[in-house]
């Protein structure tokens, strides 16, 4: 099936700083992926779509400037936090949809990072 | 705008007990619905689809347009059936398709 990697699985950083997470389509091609947010007992936020090639579609009330996502191949979409603050740790989950399913909509996801800034 | 609810937060049952964790939706077209697992320290993963039709692990979801819901069931619950359980529309953004969760269910089937 389908497998789709995300690293670090875990990271602390100090507040100040940018961490980059990695998301990654192991054995097939993702043209779209999906960034989002889990807050501990919460649902999954999605924060921007990524298309390869093009820049990323945010959803309302999320910053692009400090949540900065590259989406540079088939494979591959990072995510960036910039000027990371204790409020921006969460649990980011990516996710890629697979088009080999035809018509049929799928997105697999990643097993998510966890971040702590301090 | 597309929303989904999942009036339960956590529904708690005793093993070989119906289970139903409901979902209601909205949404102006015509919806695609999902349900999808998360497993304790595990990915989330996709449980079932509306349009195939399929029963996954026993469970079962019926699409009610009248009534625009799509509740998971499951006529006798298993104690590894404890996780949570997140209904998802599948719609479309600027950026083209995308997937509205619910606030997700968490089921604990006891022994």
């Known amino acids: 099936g389908a497998v789709v990697s995300q690293h670090p699985s875990w990271v602390i950083c100090k507040s100040g700083t940018s961490v980059k997470i990695e998301c990654r389509s192991l054995?097939?091609?993702?043209?779209?992926m999906f960034w989002y947010r889990q807050f501990p007992k919460q649902s999954l936020m999605l924060m921007a779509t990524?298309?390869?090639?093009?820049?990323?579609?945010?959803e309302q009330g999320v910053e692009k400037d400090k949540f900065l996502i590259n989406h540079a191949s088939l494979t591959l979409s990072t995510l960036t936090v910039t000027s990371a603050h204790p409020e921006d740790s969460s649990f980011y989950i990516c996710?890629?949809?697979?088009?080999?399913?035809?018509?049929?909509?799928?997105?697999?996801f990643g097993p998510g990072t966890r971040l702590t800034v301090t | 705008a597309q929303r989904v609810t999942q009036p339960e937060k956590l529904l708690s049952v005793f093993k070989g007990a119906p289970v139903e964790l409901k979902c209601n939706y909205s949404?102006?077209?015509?919806?695609?619905l999902f349900w999808y697992v998360q497993y304790s320290r595990q990915r989330l993963q996709l449980l079932l689809r509306h349009i195939s039709r399929e029963s996954i692990k026993g469970f079962t979801a019926d699409l009610n347009k009248g009534e625009t819901s799509f509740h998971l069931k499951k006529p006798f619950a298993q104690e590894e059936d404890s996780a949570m359980y997140y209904c998802?529309?599948?719609?479309?953004?600027?950026?083209?398709?995308?997937?509205?969760f619910g606030g997700g269910t968490r089921l604990m089937v006891k022994p």
């Open positions: 998802a529309l599948s719609g479309y953004n600027n950026a083209g398709n995308m997937l509205t």
């Open positions: 996710s890629a949809l697979n088009p080999g399913q035809g018509s049929s909509y799928e997105q697999y």
């Open positions: 054995d097939f091609q993702a043209t779209t």
């Open positions: 990524s298309n390869e090639g093009s820049k990323a579609t945010y």
């Open positions: 949404y102006s077209g015509s919806p695609e």
